[in-house]
């Protein structure tokens, strides 16, 4: 686990251990354990008793912790179908919006592979000229070859 996942974790150790037990009865034991058994011990996060949990200075890891906390534990049946749905709708978004950056970006690449062909198409036949032989140079290299002189 990343060290930022394992940091979060002990901030949200410390967030549950100034809860209150009607929420930490709501949120499973097994689920407790994972935290305190995946936490950074060496990291020391101390909450401000004058801000709200809001205003807490914590990680961006931390925050989403807690938001699956809520969702999944605290939150009423409806609330949880809500945010669900509010989620998978980001979720989309931002994967249409990736995928019409990645076209966006694939068709940029075509054009620019296409006109780079034509150009190097262009460039080839400029390069490559094929000179036909006068039919007189031709009668005269061959005479000549017959006698072992080189060519005209």
Do not use: G, H
Not at 59 to 81: F, N, P, W
Not at 125 to 141: A, D, F, G, R, S
């Amino acid at each position: 686990m990343k060290k930022e996942y394992k940091m979060a974790l002990s901030e949200v150790n410390t967030i549950l251990q100034y809860s209150e037990n009607e929420i930490l009865f709501k949120i499973p034991q097994k689920f407790i354990n994972f935290i305190q058994e995946n936490m950074d011990t060496s990291y020391n996060f101390e909450i401000e008793k004058n801000k709200s949990l809001v205003e807490q200075n914590m990680m961006q890891e931390t925050k989403q912790i807690l938001a699956l906390i809520y969702r999944d534990y605290l939150c009423s049946k409806e609330q949880k179908e809500n945010l669900i749905e509010k989620e998978q709708k980001e979720a989309d978004r931002i994967e249409k919006e990736k995928s019409e950056k990645y076209k966006i970006d694939f068709e940029k690449i075509n054009k620019n592979r296409n006109t780079n062909m034509l150009n190097q198409t262009k460039n080839e036949w400029t390069l490559v000229k094929i000179q036909k032989e006068k039919w007189y140079k031709k009668l005269i290299n061959k005479i000549l070859k017959i006698f072992k002189i080189k060519n005209f």
